[in-house]
């Protein structure tokens, strides 16, 4: 069983910058595709990022270009780089952890997310 904690949320003016991290303990971290997930008030839990095990990336259209998802394997972290911030951006931001290798996989290990909130 996975465990996930998120960390590094907090309240940013837009066009700053903030960076999440997420400690994954339990299974053998170096194995798994990890994703970032953000649900906003009244709206779906959707992907913004993945990573595959070993570093390919997905990432969503309204992100792409100013989030950037990488990997610590030796310390079974995963970041969320996110610059140049829109109010848009915020949400309660999830890390998840996939039941696979690639970004394609499933996700079924859940962190308790991180609150976001992007000023204007």
């Known amino acids: 069983q996975a465990q996930l904690v998120e960390s590094g949320g907090g309240l940013v003016q837009a066009g700053g910058s903030l960076r999440l991290s997420c400690t994954a303990s339990g299974r053998t971290f170096i194995s798994y595709a990890m994703g970032w997930a953000r649900q906003a008030p009244g709206k779906e839990r959707e992907f913004v990022a993945k990573?595959?095990?070993?570093?390919?990336?997905y990432y969503a259209d309204s992100v792409k270009g100013r989030f950037t998802a990488s990997r610590d394997n030796a310390k079974n972290t995963v970041y969320l780089q996110m610059n140049s911030l829109k109010p848009e951006d915020t949400a309660v931001y999830y890390c998840?952890?996939?039941?696979?290798?690639?970004?394609?996989?499933?996700?079924?290990?859940w962190g308790q997310g991180t609150q976001v909130t992007v000023s204007s």
């Open positions: 998840a952890q996939g039941t696979g290798a690639t970004i394609t996989s499933d996700y079924n290990y």
């Open positions: 990573i595959s095990w070993r570093g390919a990336t």
